[in-house]
């Protein structure tokens, strides 16, 4: 797995182009969901977005003046730490009006119900806002980390942080108005880390950074062990994340796709269902026939 993340059109890397259309019979689907032991959900942005969660993405997808590319850099936190923080804390302050849906709830459920019989579910998310979490999923590998959780640029240290504000100064600021007027906040009143008082920054995972090591090593176990994939929301533009559905399904997994439209890597996949993730999903992974009474 390439460790660097991107966002970019390499489907022509996977021989994605000619290949028959997927299938959208969701009676051969439940078939295979029944005997699959080790079920990978691959989610991103559009499982939030149906949330109500800001994504950021593709038109309309912006914050002020900016897209989250724009922002989401090691290189705009060096030169103005405040807008970044600004935006970050915008999107912080947001999710506490926002909760997990439909889909999000079957996926936790779909996990609660397998185990006891010896099946295994693993989230694998580009997503940094914790629904999964709070929805009740157990098994979740974070790719790109957590708007709740700060790094510190001085010593490293990593904390969850749930403060709102997480500072003072960032109180009533971050609309996204782009009117709005930069709060231009001095580094000394910006977050800081209670161990050392050097700059936090968020603990995600930026555009051109590397995932982190550990994150990697799970993931990699997690897609070596998978026999059924399930790619929800998510618009297979960002790698690493976007090879991984491909690379399944090179290998001859299963993957079906949730996703309110055809995506650049729908053509390699088994199966494809098109609408709402919290419309589509729950009756896919809801309780088979040959499943034991609980």
Same mark, same amino acid.
């Given at each position: 797995?390439?460790?660097?993340?991107?966002?970019?059109?390499?489907?022509?890397?996977?021989?994605?182009?000619?290949?028959?259309?997927?299938?959208?019979?969701?009676?051969?689907?439940?078939?295979?969901?029944?005997?699959?032991?080790?079920?990978?959900?691959?989610?991103?942005?559009?499982?939030?977005?149906?949330?109500?969660?800001?994504?950021?993405?593709?038109?309309?997808?912006?914050?002020?003046?900016?897209?989250?590319?724009?922002?989401? $850099?090691?290189?705009?936190?060096?030169?103005?730490?405040?807008?970044?923080?600004?935006?970050?804390?915008?999107?912080?302050?947001?999710?506490?009006?926002?909760?997990?849906?439909?889909?999000?709830?079957?996926?936790?459920?779909?996990?609660?119900?397998?185990?006891?019989?010896?099946?295994?579910?693993?989230?694998?998310?580009?997503?940094?806002?914790?629904?999964?979490?709070?929805?009740?999923?157990?098994?979740?590998?974070?790719?790109?980390?957590?708007?709740?959780?700060?790094?510190? $640029?001085?010593?490293?240290?990593?904390?969850?942080?749930?403060?709102?504000?997480?500072?003072?100064?960032?109180?009533?600021?971050?609309?996204?108005?782009?009117?709005?007027?930069?709060?231009?906040?001095?580094?000394?009143?910006?977050?800081?880390?209670?161990?050392?008082?050097?700059?936090?920054?968020?603990?995600?995972?930026?555009?051109?950074?590397?995932?982190?090591?550990?994150?990697?090593?799970?993931?990699? $176990?997690?897609?070596?062990?998978?026999?059924?994939?399930?790619?929800?929301?998510?618009?297979?533009?960002?790698?690493?994340?976007?090879?991984?559905?491909?690379?399944?399904?090179?290998?001859?997994?299963?993957?079906?796709?949730?996703?309110?439209?055809? $995506?650049?890597?729908?053509?390699?996949?088994?199966?494809?269902?098109?609408?709402?993730?919290?419309?589509?999903?729950?009756?896919?992974?809801?309780?088979?026939?040959?499943?034991?009474?609980?």
């Amino acid at each position: 797995i390439s460790n660097t993340m991107a966002s970019e059109d390499r489907a022509g890397e996977f021989g994605l182009w000619g290949k028959d259309a997927p299938s959208s019979d969701m009676a051969a689907f439940r078939e295979l969901f029944s005997k699959a032991r080790n079920i990978v959900v691959l989610s991103g942005a559009g499982i939030s977005a149906e949330s109500g969660v800001p994504t950021f993405r593709g038109a309309g997808g912006y914050w002020r003046t900016y897209q989250a590319q724009q922002l989401a $850099t090691m290189e705009s936190f060096i030169a103005n730490p405040s807008l970044v923080w600004e935006f970050y804390s915008y999107r912080r302050e947001v999710m506490h009006s926002k909760n997990p849906n439909a889909a999000h709830k079957a996926i936790a459920e779909l996990e609660a119900r397998l185990k006891p019989q010896g099946r295994n579910v693993t989230v694998i998310t580009q997503n940094i806002d914790r629904l999964h979490f709070r929805a009740g999923s157990q098994k979740i590998i974070e790719l790109h980390g957590s708007l709740f959780h700060t790094r510190c $640029t001085k010593c490293g240290v990593v904390e969850e942080n749930n403060d709102s504000p997480i500072c003072p100064a960032l109180k009533d600021k971050g609309a996204p108005d782009p009117n709005a007027e930069d709060a231009k906040i001095p580094i000394s009143e910006l977050p800081c880390c209670k161990t050392c008082s050097g700059l936090l920054r968020p603990h995600v995972v930026w555009f051109g950074e590397a995932l982190e090591r550990k994150v990697l090593e799970d993931t990699d $176990t997690a897609l070596d062990e998978c026999d059924l994939c399930l790619l929800v929301g998510t618009s297979s533009v960002v790698y690493p994340a976007a090879g991984f559905a491909p690379m399944l399904a090179a290998k001859g997994v299963p993957v079906a796709e949730f996703n309110l439209e055809e $995506t650049p890597v729908t053509g390699a996949l088994r199966f494809h269902f098109q609408g709402k993730c919290g419309e589509t999903l729950p009756p896919a992974v809801a309780k088979h026939p040959s499943e034991p009474e609980s």
